[in-house]
Structures are given as C-alpha cells and as structure tokens.
C-alpha cells in the first residue's frame, strides 16, 4: 500500500526536481566566472536524477496498475526495463564527485590565492565537468556486474518494482549507500578546515594582502558548498536511522532506497533554489532581472498627435480656440502642435508616416 502510493508521488517530485533545476540553469547560465560554474554542474546533475524521478515513478505507476507486482523477474531484465536505474547509479557518484571537487577547488583557493586567480580557468571549466560525468559512468559500471553476472541464472529473481538495492545486488548496495552516506560528511570535514586556514590567512593583512577574490564571493561559494554537503549528509543519515529502527518485515525496508532518495530530492534537490536565493547575491540579481524583465512601469510618456486630449482642453489659443498641445497657429493652418512656443501644459507630439 504504501508503495503505491509512492509511486504516484514519485512523477510528481520528479517534475518539481526538473522544474528547480531548470530554473537554476536559466538564472545561472552565464555565471561560469570563478567556481559559480559548479551551481551549473549540480544543476545538471539534479537535472539527470529528476529524468530518473520521472521514469521510475511511471514505471512503478505501469507495473502496479497493468502489470503483475508479484512477479519475479532477472536483475538484468530490469536494466532494461527500468531506466532509472543505470541514472541512479551515475548522478549518485556524479554528485559525490562534484561534492569533492568543489570542496577541493575551495580549499586549493584558500591555500593559493595567487596561483589559483591566475590557472582556475583552465581546470574549472566544462570540460571538467564532462571528465566527472565519464568518471562516474565508469564508477557505477560495478552496479552492473551482478545483474549482468545473473543474466541466466534463473535462481535470481527480483521484484518487477526493480527496486534499486535489489536489481544492484544487496552486497554491492550497502557498499554504495555507505560511500553516498559518508562522502558529504567527509566533504564538510574539508570545508572545516578551510574554515580553520581561511581564519588563519585573515587575521593578519600580509598573509591575506595577495587574496586574488573577493571576500564576499568566497563566503558565498563556501555557505553554497557547506549546505548541500551538510543537507546531503542529513537527508541520507535520518532516514537511515529510522530504518534502522524498524522491524524485521516492515514495508519501509522494502522500499528503503526510496526513502533515502525522496529524502534527498526534497531537501536537497527541490529547495536548492531557496539556498541559492538567499546566499548567492548573483543569484538574487539574476532572478530579479529574469522575472522583472517585462514587469516594469510601461507608462507611456508621451502623446501623440492623434491621442484624444486625456483631461480635456485646458488651454486656449490666441483667437480662443481650445488647444491642449500649447501651440499659438494651431488654429492658423499650422498642424497642431506642430508649431509655436509651448504655454502651460507643455507635451510632447510624436507623428507617423504610413505610405
């Protein structure tokens, strides 16, 4: 029961994890100075993991209406059934990956100033990136070796769900889970000690005089970091220990792995946004000018000469004739408006030539 009803929530927080990542990415898109880049590069990488959202709530939406739930089936079959899957397993290590790098670049700042102002160009960049994307592919290829190891072994079955720890292997799945687990702790046990050397370097000018960026931005890229490494940390740990308190047969250790990823993709994924907005002041300026572009006063300014008179005539010419454009021959021959020294009510006449 509480299965079905996940997966019915599953589209869902998959379409809100597609939809905060692409926000992301269309506010971020030309940030890519300094290591800004990497709010791009998780922007994809949640990008990835709401396509998988997606899929594997569709897919458990089809099997439990159409199809049969208790039906076993080989751990290979469900590669191929079940997209979502082989995603899991690459923007898994893609996000620890990210994790690492950025907290390294972070760290490489704070030590070398100098050097790092005059060559982070040329490691932080896309092309890092794509190498972390065929890093991580290469990672999740152990995920394969038992569902393809199973391939004709007709004594392994699994669900035709295709829960993820059971399509994995369960060996091979407390291996992954612990390096998810303990990856963003030791993540932010880095940011620590860049804590501890950037307070070093700052409380004497001559060892912070050659500081090649600027404080704020540091303390911004430093609070983006330590949060989602902080956030992914909790996501994966409290329901690990809820679990962990659950007894033998309950359905929440069947659908483990969802918990532990909803968990993720709520708090981490889906209010990445929320932190952007209220750390990253480009972020802030970017959504302003996005969303205020065509918000603004559109007041015209001006009249034209065919515009009705808007408080009717409050002037009057010479020979007495009303004249709300101010002209002295409006009434001689002259195009009204056209011609003369404003008086009082001053405006001014725009004309149009049509052929």
């Given amino acids: 029961m509480l299965e079905d009803l996940l997966y019915e929530v599953l589209p869902v927080i998959g379409f809100a994890i597609i939809a905060s ?67 899991f397993l690459i923007t898994d290590y893609l996000h620890v990956l990210l994790l690492a790098a ?3 670049d972070r760290l490489i700042q704070i030590i070398f ?24 592919t290469g990672l999740s290829v152990q995920g394969w070796v038992f569902p393809l190891d199973s391939r004709f072994n007709s004594s392994v079955r699994v669900m035709s769900q295709c829960r993820f720890d059971e399509v994995v292997g369960e060996e091979y799945y407390l291996k992954h889970i612990l390096t998810v687990q303990w990856s963003p702790i030791i993540c ?48 994966v740990h409290v329901p690990l220990l809820v679990i ?12 483990k792995d969802h918990i532990i990823r909803v968990s993720y993709w709520i708090f981490v994924i889906i209010f990445q946004p929320l932190w952007h907005f209220l750390i990253l002041s480009s972020f802030q300026s970017n959504v302003y000018s996005l969303f205020n572009r ?29 004249n709300p454009f101010g002209s002295w021959y409006s009434m001689t021959g002259n195009i009204t408006g056209e011609a003369g020294l404003p008086v009082g009510n001053e405006r001014s006449v725009s004309f149009y030539y049509q052929e």
Wanted: with cysteine.
């Fill in 21 to 87: 990542s692409v926000l992301i990415i269309i506010v971020m898109r030309k940030e890519t100075k300094n290591s800004l880049i990497f709010c791009l590069c998780f922007a994809i990488s949640d990008l990835l993991s709401g396509i998988g959202t997606l899929i594997d709530g569709f897919y458990g939406v089809i099997v439990t209406i159409y199809g049969n739930t208790v039906e076993a089936i080989s751990p290979f079959d469900c590669l191929l059934r079940a997209i979502n899957v082989p995603i």
């Fill in 102 to 104: 950025f907290a390294i």
């Fill in 113 to 136: 100033p100098v050097s790092y102002g005059k060559f982070y160009s040329y490691f932080i960049n896309w092309k890092l990136f794509i190498l972390l994307i065929f890093a991580s």
């Fill in 188 to 235: 932010v046990g880095i940011l620590f000690l860049n804590i501890v050397l950037y307070c070093i370097r700052q409380s004497k000018h001559k060892w912070s005089y050659n500081w090649s960026e600027e404080g704020k931005t540091t303390k911004q890229l430093f609070a983006t970091i330590f949060i989602r490494c902080f956030l992914s940390g909790l996501s």
């Fill in 244 to 255: 962990a308190r659950t007894t033998e047969g309950h359905e929440l250790i069947a659908i």
């Fill in 294 to 322: 065509y918000s603004e006063n559109t007041e015209r300014k001006w009249q034209s000469a065919n515009d009705p008179p808007e408080d009717g005539a409050t002037h009057l010419d010479r020979h007495g004739s009303p």
